[in-house]
């Protein structure tokens, strides 16, 4: 497991000109983003929401996000520390991300973890399982991606199309994982009426993922790579 690196609040609006120049990067402080998401609330609260944030930045919104979903599980799973671990990776496995600026990604990542570990450590600190810090983790790596929204593609050499990992919860204690390619969900988005994975009872379109995985157990999922 990596080093969970303890970091403080990002607020400033600008790292450096250069950045704003060069890539358009200018932060959104907390007020405006709390504002924004408020208009959303429930949806922020409901544990297995989707989000997904094509400029993520550092992850203000992401974060956000995040917490408000980790109070309620908090809030109904707390006597359960088993549960509390199950929903907590449901929460973090809800939010997606793109950033075409390398240190954005790897400081995201970090700070959804560092912030289910703040969770994690205010009910269990003394019997935290390094199993599901690792799915986290692992999660993280797949849901926040180093690339360019506009293209596509990720930022690595060669560039590969982004894939984005769907992690549903299937049987009790395991977890379904399907791989599907960024490009193939924005195409259904632009041509589609149906709504994409709706579970609110609606017709829904659902595309073909590029890769199925065997069902996997909530720690386990560090075994599909």
Same mark, same amino acid.
């Given at each position: 497991?990596?080093?969970?690196?303890?970091?403080?609040?990002?607020?400033?609006? =600008?790292? &450096?000109?250069?950045?704003?120049?060069?890539?358009?990067? =200018?932060?959104?402080?907390?007020?405006?983003?709390?504002?924004?998401?408020?208009? $959303?609330?429930?949806?922020?609260? %409901? !544990?297995?929401?989707?989000?997904?944030?094509?400029?993520?930045?550092?992850?203000?919104?992401?974060?956000? +996000?995040?917490?408000?979903?980790?109070?309620?599980?908090? &809030? %109904?799973?707390?006597?359960?520390?088993?549960?509390?671990?199950?929903?907590?990776? #449901?929460?973090?496995? &809800?939010?997606?991300? +793109? /950033?075409?600026?390398?240190?954005?990604? =790897?400081?995201?990542?970090? %700070?959804?973890?560092?912030?289910?570990?703040?969770?994690?450590?205010?009910?269990?600190?003394?019997?935290?399982?390094?199993?599901?810090?690792? &799915?986290?983790?692992? #999660?993280?790596?797949?849901? +926040?991606?180093?690339? /360019?929204?506009?293209?596509?593609?990720?930022?690595?050499?060669?560039?590969?199309? !982004?894939?984005?990992?769907?992690?549903?919860?299937?049987?009790?204690?395991?977890?379904?994982?399907? /791989?599907?390619?960024?490009?193939?969900?924005? #195409?259904?988005?632009?041509?589609?009426?149906?709504?994409?994975?709706?579970?609110?009872? /609606?017709?829904?379109?659902?595309?073909?993922?590029?890769?199925?995985?065997?069902?996997?157990?909530?720690?386990? $999922?560090?075994?599909?790579?």
């Amino acid at each position: 497991m990596s080093n969970q690196l303890k970091q403080e609040p990002l607020d400033s609006q =600008v790292v &450096s000109r250069n950045r704003v120049t060069n890539h358009g990067e =200018v932060y959104t402080n907390p007020r405006e983003v709390n504002a924004m998401l408020d208009l $959303v609330k429930h949806e922020t609260e %409901r !544990i297995d929401s989707r989000f997904l944030e094509s400029a993520c930045g550092h992850g203000n919104f992401l974060i956000e +996000i995040l917490t408000r979903k980790l109070a309620t599980v908090e &809030s %109904r799973y707390k006597k359960s520390q088993t549960e509390f671990e199950c929903y907590s990776i #449901i929460a973090v496995s &809800s939010l997606y991300g +793109i /950033d075409i600026l390398e240190d954005n990604v =790897v400081d995201c990542r970090k %700070r959804l973890l560092n912030k289910f570990i703040e969770f994690y450590d205010k009910s269990y600190k003394s019997n935290k399982r390094e199993e599901c810090i690792n &799915s986290i983790e692992f #999660i993280l790596s797949k849901n +926040i991606v180093w690339g /360019d929204a506009l293209t596509f593609q990720t930022a690595s050499n060669p560039p590969k199309p !982004i894939v984005f990992s769907e992690w549903s919860p299937a049987t009790e204690g395991f977890v379904k994982r399907r /791989d599907y390619s960024f490009e193939g969900l924005l #195409i259904h988005a632009e041509i589609e009426s149906l709504p994409l994975f709706s579970d609110m009872g /609606d017709g829904v379109f659902i595309p073909t993922p590029v890769k199925d995985y065997p069902l996997t157990s909530y720690f386990g $999922v560090t075994n599909e790579r």
